[in-house]
């Protein structure tokens, strides 16, 4: 659930109106496969918000202790646009090009360093609370934190789950923006006074 919660608090943030997010319909942004596919019906931008990995972080045996990474995937949908243009307009010209986007969504979470809203975000969707003074926090502890973006790669119409024999000829651009280091601890319940070590 821990994931899930924190891909629908990035989600949510994406979708949310401006200046809290950057106001990108319910169409146009959800969650999403591993890989960051879009969906068959896709307009001509969508982002997806799909998984990374998650690490144990340092050995502790009072809790539980991950370190949780998020992928967002944008991509250009290009239908009739000169190849020429694809470049200076759909892929490093200014918004709506991918770049931009790329750029905005990059900024948004990476707001999580100073303000932990996605964090806090996720931790009421995940239902944990902050335990009281003097006891271990439980649930996310540190923010998501930008890590990167992938170069931008070309994609053909099996991207939009099309097939180049029935006459789909739709091609498109893609990036992988890349978060990690939203780290959740859980208290185990020897450290809360349950149970014993064997």
Not at 51 to 58: A, D, F, M, N, Y
């Amino acid at each position: 659930m821990s994931m899930h919660a924190l891909l629908l608090a990035v989600r949510n943030f994406i979708r949310a109106e401006k200046p809290t997010g950057l106001a990108y319909p319910i169409n146009q942004c959800e969650l999403g496969p591993p890989n960051g596919q879009p969906p068959p019906n896709c307009g001509p931008c969508f982002v997806t918000v799909h998984e990374g990995s998650s690490i144990g972080g340092e050995v502790d045996y009072a809790a539980f202790n991950e370190i949780f990474s998020v992928n967002v995937t944008v991509t250009i949908r290009l239908r009739g646009t000169p190849w020429d243009r694809h470049v200076q307009k759909e892929l490093y010209g200014p918004f709506p090009s991918l770049e931009s986007r790329c750029d905005q969504i990059a900024a948004l979470i990476h707001r999580d360093t100073y303000d932990h809203r996605v964090i806090n975000a996720a931790n009421a969707l995940d239902e944990l609370e902050v335990p009281a003074e003097g006891y271990a926090k439980q649930g996310f502890v540190e923010p998501l934190r930008y890590a990167g973006t992938d170069i931008a790669k070309e994609v053909g119409p099996a991207w939009f789950h099309g097939h180049i024999d029935a006459g789909h000829t739709d091609c498109g651009w893609i990036k992988v923006i890349r978060f990690t280091g939203a780290r959740r601890i859980q208290e185990t319940l020897f450290a809360q006074g349950i149970g014993e070590v064997s």
